[in-house]
Structure formats: structure tokens, C-alpha cells
């Protein structure tokens, strides 16, 4: 019988666009990595297993929903081609970083070990969270790259507290914890606005050590081409996105929704301006929270943003 009668059920793959999943770290090579990192470090017992840490599957799933056919083979005008240009690239998912039931540091320490292995392969490495707690461990895996890094952090918020509730790993400090690796030479702070955690003391301390910090109000006003242009070129970045630096009307799924963030063209111009000036090692995108999202509509913008982001890394020739 030559006539096709039936084909597979249909199913969610499990991974980002259906690219491999990672089973062991051995020998491991990839020309770009996506890790989900579910957990932060939490300020009370409630806020463990929170609706971020549901977020890295949600990203995946949303990823499938659309044939991943055309996201790979249609022209994207975003990209001025099709996402990987016609290059045979490895890209690879390594799933979620193991946490532990008795033990809540190992699930940092898994995620390291990974951004580790990953970084020492010279893969990108692309996070997705999680709460903005999960980028510490990431950041301090850069260590093994040897270089000196400029982190780029899109926020409404400063998170330059020391601790909340004695807990010094959570999302409120990841930027002070940031400032205190050796290899972390720069920071730039974009999109802060609002009221957040931050007291003047903290705003003070990241003035202090030499941050840069660029209000939402400021980036209206001079358009992003003028803040990236405040960033220096030929460096090695990279890039914390808490998903609310970004205007809740196109990233509703956050628990700090508020006014006045990037929208989506800044951020476009943002992805493929920066990987152009230099190498962008990683990136992480954090906070979304799923409960949250309206119609869809983050998960659009978010599947979209690592769409540019993965884009503008291949005709920035990163992987030839
Ligand atoms: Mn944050």
C-alpha cells in the first residue's frame, strides 16, 4: 500500500523549537545552548516553587505552538532571512537544571555546572528563567571564559539589594552580586522606573561602583540607537533581561507590571545592536510568569526576542 493513511499524533516536543535535548554533559559541544533554570534562591517558604519557575516549559511549549516548520524555514523579516541563514548550526536544549527536594543550593550549583561546561565549549548560552535570582549562577560561570565581560541589564528594576530575609542569591540582588565578580568589568542598567526594591542607599551603591544606569524616561527620550551607542564596541557581553524592563502592554506575564517600559522596536534594536558590537556570550530571559499573560501575548514577544536574538548571533558570524 503506497497511499500514506495516517501519520504521528500530534505532540508537544518538550524542548526550544524542537532542537536536541541535552542527556549528558560529557564531551558536550553546541554552537548555541538554551538552559531552563525554574528555581531562584526564595525570601520565604511560599516562594519556592513560584509561577516563574513554570516559565522555561511554558517559553518551549509556546515555541511549538506555531509551526516550527516556518519559524525555521520561512523568511523573517526580522532578520532579513530564515532564522539560521542557511547554516547548518548545532543548537542544542539542556532541559532544566536539577533541583534538589533536601538540599535548595544544588539547584544553583547545577545550573553553573552546566553554564560551566557550556561557556568552556564556546557555546551561547541562552537562560531562560526562573525568577531574576537564576542569572547569579550563570554569571559566575562566565569566570571560565577568561575575559572581561560587560553586563547589560534590561529592568524596571535596580536589584542592588545585599539580602532580603538573609537570603543574599534571590532576585532582588542579582545585580550587586554581579558587581562583586572579578570578571564582571562594566555594567549598564536600562529601562529602571517605578518603584521597586531599591532604597537610595542601593541606588547610591551602584552609582558608587560605576554603573550606568539609564532611567525608562531617559531611553525615551534619546532612542536606543544613543544608549548602545553609550556602550562600547569590541567588547565580550552579557545580557540579563528581566521581563519587566519590558512595557507590560506587550509583557503582561510579571508580577511587577509597570508603566512606561521598552517596547518591542527598542528591543529589537537593542538584540541586534549589541550582538553586532561585539560577542554577546548569553543571555537569560527571567521573571515571566505564566499565570499572568493575557491573550498570549508575552509568550509572543518572548519567543520572538530569542528568535532575534539567535538570528542576529548567526549573521553576526559568531559561529563561523
Ligand atoms: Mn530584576
Request: proline share 4%; charged share 20%; aromatic share 6%.
Amino acid at each position: 500500500m503506497s497511499k500514506l493513511l495516517n501519520e504521528a499524533p500530534t505532540k508537544a516536543p518538550q524542548t526550544f523549537l524542537n532542537f536536541p535535548l541535552v542527556k549528558n554533559f560529557d564531551d558536550f559541544s553546541a554552537d548555541i545552548a538554551i538552559l531552563g533554570v525554574p528555581f531562584g534562591m526564595a525570601y520565604s517558604v511560599d516562594g519556592m516553587a513560584n509561577d516563574q519557575s513554570l516559565a522555561p516549559d511554558h517559553i518551549r511549549h509556546w515555541s511549538t505552538r506555531t509551526e516550527i516548520e516556518m519559524t525555521l524555514n520561512n523568511y523573517d523579516f526580522d532578520l532579513g532571512g530564515t532564522l539560521l541563514d542557511g547554516k547548518s548550526l548545532n543548537i542544542v536544549d539542556c532541559g532544566n537544571a536539577r533541583a534538589s527536594l533536601t538540599d535548595p543550593l544544588v539547584h544553583y550549583e547545577n545550573a553553573e555546572a552546566i553554564a560551566r561546561t557550556a561557556f568552556s565549549a564556546n557555546s551561547v548560552l541562552i537562560t531562560l528563567g526562573g525568577d531574576h535570582g537564576v542569572p547569579i549562577p550563570i554569571m559566575k560561570a562566565l569566570e571560565v571564559l577568561d575575559k572581561e565581560i560587560t553586563l547589560i541589564h534590561i529592568d524596571a528594576h535596580l536589584d542592588w539589594r545585599d539580602e532580603i530575609n538573609g537570603e543574599k542569591n534571590g532576585y532582588s540582588s542579582v545585580i550587586r552580586r554581579a558587581s562583586e565578580l572579578p570578571h564582571i568589568k562594566a555594567i549598564h542598567q536600562i529601562g529602571m522606573r517605578g518603584i521597586g526594591s531599591a532604597q537610595t542607599q542601593e541606588v547610591q551603591d551602584a552609582i558608587a561602583h560605576g554603573s550606568k544606569i539609564t532611567t525608562a524616561y531617559q531611553l525615551h527620550d534619546k532612542g536606543m540607537d544613543d544608549v548602545l551607542a553609550s556602550i562600547p564596541d569590541g567588547g565580550t557581553y552579557y545580557l540579563t533581561i528581566d521581563a519587566d524592563g519590558i512595557d507590560p502592554t506587550i509583557m503582561p506575564a510579571v508580577l511587577a507590571q509597570t508603566a512606561g517600559g521598552l517596547n518591542w522596536v527598542q528591543l529589537h534594536k537593542l538584540i541586534h545592536g549589541l550582538v553586532n558590537k561585539g560577542r554577546v556570550v548569553g543571555m537569560d530571559l527571567v521573571e515571566i510568569t505564566p499565570s499572568c499573560d493575557v491573550g498570549n501575548i508575552s509568550m509572543i514577544h518572548a519567543e520572538r526576542l530569542l528568535c532575534n536574538f539567535i538570528g542576529a548571533t548567526v549573521r553576526a558570524g559568531y559561529y563561523d
